[in-house]
């Protein structure tokens, strides 16, 4: 991924942006052309330490056997997972000058590395139930899943579970950092005022303004 230097970001928003909004997509090498199938990822809670570089960290996640993709992969293959983070249609009724141009802000992290099948019936329902557990947690009222195992069991002969080591990490935080300050609060002011992933991009643009680096 290409991303210009004034909209990098470090480790630690990069690792936000993966716990933040889980739905990757996982990307790997196919016949004809890539494969890409969209699932939910969490960090393997038995090896994650979150002061630790996302480089050598490893992450969890599943998909469907019937799908081809889960066929073509074997292990230690190269893949990449993309994670999209808050994103909008920036309008130059914003900017008070012209001539101007329109963007789109946004927010992306890749991490490309080796992916291990799991085969092991037993350490597939882990990976589920590590998985339930952390989006209960982050996303759910709460629910426990002791009642449903038995029903995890018998629906796991269709799941397809991996770990993912991550190899490299990188992240585009286009965040309106060409303008000036004035822009870039009118900006957000205008995302705040609305609902959804235009209220969570302003959010963002708030807390990341302090790293956030002009080009020049």
Known sequence: MYVPAAYRADDSWLRRIVEGYPLATLVTNGQRTPYATHLPIIFDPRSDDPDSPLEGSFLLGHLNRANPHWVALTDSIEAKLVFTGPHSYVTPT???????????????????????????????????????TKFEERF????????????????????GA?????????????????KDA???????????????????????????????????
């Open 140 to 159: 759910g009222d709460g629910w426990k899943m002791d009642e449903s195992l038995d029903y995890f069991r018998h629906i796991g002969v269709a799941v």
């Open 162 to 178: 991996f770990r993912f080591e991550v190899l490299t990490a990188d992240g585009m935080f286009k965040l309106s950092q060409e």
């Open 182 to 216: 004035e822009v870039r609060r009118q900006v957000a002011d205008r995302f705040s005022s609305e609902s959804g992933t235009r209220h969570e991009l302003s959010v963002l643009m708030r807390e990341f303004e302090g790293l956030a680096v002009k080009i020049r």
């Open 94 to 132: 914003l900017y008070n000058t012209s001539p101007a141009a329109p963007t789109w802000n946004f927010v992306s992290v890749h991490l490309e590395g080796r992916l291990h099948p799991i085969t092991e019936p037993d350490e597939t329902l882990t990976v589920v139930q590590e998985t339930v």
